[in-house]
T-cell receptor
Framework: DSGVTQTPKHLITATGQRVTLRCSPRSGDLSVYWYQQSLDQGLQFLIQYYNGEERAKGNILERFSAQQFPDLHSELNLSSLELGDSALYFC?????????????FGEGSRLTVL | QQPVQSPQAVILREGEDAVINCSSS?????VHWYRQKHGEAPVFLMI?????EQKGHDKISASFNEKKQQSSLYLTASQLSYSGTYFC??????????FGTGTRLKVLA
């Protein structure tokens, strides 16, 4: 158990819909990262938050948005969903600076768009 | 900009050795290695912080050459449990923690 919690674990929805994925980082971790992993593909960096502030953005579509709340949990919002958005979405957190910087991953949210 | 890993895939028999390489076009300050089982979350294996320094994890070790911007993961006497996809990961100083292209490893009995 990494200590990172993601909900929901599975989600099936239709094209054009909007969904929200939630992530609670490990206790004490300030950084939250979001990744997209399409079927049998690599881990694509979407966005990173640190202590409530957006710190870095990857190839995140304009239809996607995220935020980190004062209690440090984060949400990834996906709107106007397309078939190609079907993927496993991972959230990860890392310890404050001064640590080794490794990422601790949640179990992922599997999104299926029909 | 994504680190390139080689080989893309490898099949081994139990007890055989393998080497997975990770090469970056940008400077690497540190390299992490992760293993991901199918359908599961990636799990951290080790970190390489210093050029040329080797770290070990059971029968898995790694090296890091800062000058060549490369890291290699060495799997010795592979076990069935080593099967999975291996990713190198790095933050090139931009806070974008990116992963390599991945190497699928399958160990056969």
């Amino acid at each position: 158990d990494s200590g990172v919690t993601q909900t929901p674990k599975h989600l099936i929805t239709a094209t054009g819909q909007r969904v929200t994925l939630r992530c609670s980082p490990r206790s004490g971790d300030l950084s939250v990262y979001w990744y997209q992993q399409s079927l049998d593909q690599g881990l694509q960096f979407l966005i990173q938050y640190y202590n409530g502030e957006e710190r870095a953005k990857g190839n995140i579509l304009e239809r996607f948005s995220a935020q980190q709340f004062p209690d440090l949990h984060s949400e990834l919002n996906l709107s106007s969903l397309e078939l190609g958005d079907s993927a496993l979405y991972f959230c990860a957190s890392s310890a404050p600076p001064g640590n080794t910087g490794e990422l601790f991953f949640g179990e992922g949210s599997r999104l299926t768009v029909l | 900009q994504q680190p390139v890993q080689s080989p893309q895939a490898v099949i081994l028999r139990e007890g055989e050795d393998a080497v997975i390489n990770c090469s970056s076009s940008k400077a690497l300050y540190s390299v992490h290695w992760y293993r991901q089982k199918h359908g599961e979350a990636p799990v951290f294996l080790m970190i390489l912080l210093k050029g040329g320094e080797q770290k070990g994890h059971d029968k898995i070790s790694a090296s890091f050459n800062e000058k060549k911007q490369q890291s290699s993961l060495y799997l010795t006497a592979s076990q069935l449990s080593y099967s999975g996809t291996y990713f190198c990961g790095t933050d090139p100083g931009t806070y974008k923690y990116i992963f390599g292209t991945g190497t699928r490893l399958k160990v056969l009995a």
